[in-house]
T-cell receptor
Framework: EPEVTQTPSHQVTQMGQEVILRCVPISNHLYFYWYRQILGQKVEFLVSFYNNEISEKSEIFDDQFSVERPDGSNFTLKIRSTKLEDSAMYFC??????????????FGPGTRLTVT | RKEVEQDPGPFNVPEGATVAFNCTYSNSASQSFFWYRQDCRKEPKLLMSVYSSGNEDGRFTAQLNRASQYISLLIRDSKLSDSATYLCVVIQTSNTGKLIFGQGTTLQVKP
């Protein structure tokens, strides 16, 4: 069964450092997402990406965040200058949306980001 | 008011029990509804979509009441493996597929 993969599984970084979280979505999917989940809290939407551009972003997704699909297979989330409050599990998801309203997003296993 | 609201639980039930979870959503224009399952420190996994007519998948039954902005999930004959957090998820009016999650309801099935 095709699956979304993410690397690394755990990233520890110092405050102020840049991090890049990587995702390989399911190959025939066209819609890509990043979500985050702070420990003990709900899953929160960060950004959606379609046709090589951001289609929607949340208030969390400020100028410190960026996304890229550099090579047709990888989908990356960059945090330019990490803050303590960026510590969370970051999930990548993808979807084909073959039918109108038929959203079935498949999530990767997540990257646990710890900012010290 | 929270966009998607759930009772966090935990619900502690014996094996074989029937358990029901409820969820309310604030935006009456919401379009699509789902139940996801999340095991501890794992990714959310789609359990089932929820349709206006109600739908069933084995031991799981989902209902949607648009007038009351209310979604439910019924699990019959609970198994130990059903222990997890159940997430109520909504797509509002955007066409970007943005999922809005509730905080989840934790279920613990005991032998």
């Amino acid at each position: 069964e095709p699956e979304v993969t993410q690397t690394p599984s755990h990233q520890v970084t110092q405050m102020g450092q840049e991090v890049i979280l990587r995702c390989v979505p399911i190959s025939n999917h066209l819609y890509f997402y990043w979500y985050r989940q702070i420990l003990g809290q709900k899953v929160e939407f960060l950004v959606s990406f379609y046709n090589n551009e951001i289609s929607e972003k949340s208030e969390i997704f400020d100028d410190q965040f960026s996304v890229e699909r550099p090579d047709g297979s990888n989908f990356t989330l960059k945090i330019r200058s990490t803050k303590l409050e960026d510590s969370a599990m970051y999930f990548c998801a993808s979807d084909s949306i073959e039918l109108a309203g038929s959203y079935e997003q498949y999530f990767g296993p997540g990257t646990r980001l710890t900012v010290t | 008011r929270k966009e998607v609201e759930q009772d966090p639980g935990p619900f502690n039930v014996p094996e074989g029990a029937t358990v029901a979870f409820n969820c309310t959503y604030s935006n009456s224009a919401s379009q699509s509804f789902f139940w996801y399952r999340q095991d501890c420190r794992k990714e959310p996994k789609l359990l089932m979509s929820v349709y206006s007519s109600g739908n069933e998948d084995g031991r799981f039954t989902a209902q949607l009441n648009r007038a009351s902005q209310y979604i439910s999930l019924l699990i019959r004959d609970s198994k130990l493996s059903d222990s997890a957090t159940y997430l109520c998820v909504v797509i509002q009016t955007s066409n970007t597929g943005k999922l809005i999650f509730g905080q989840g309801t934790t279920l613990q099935v005991k032998p």
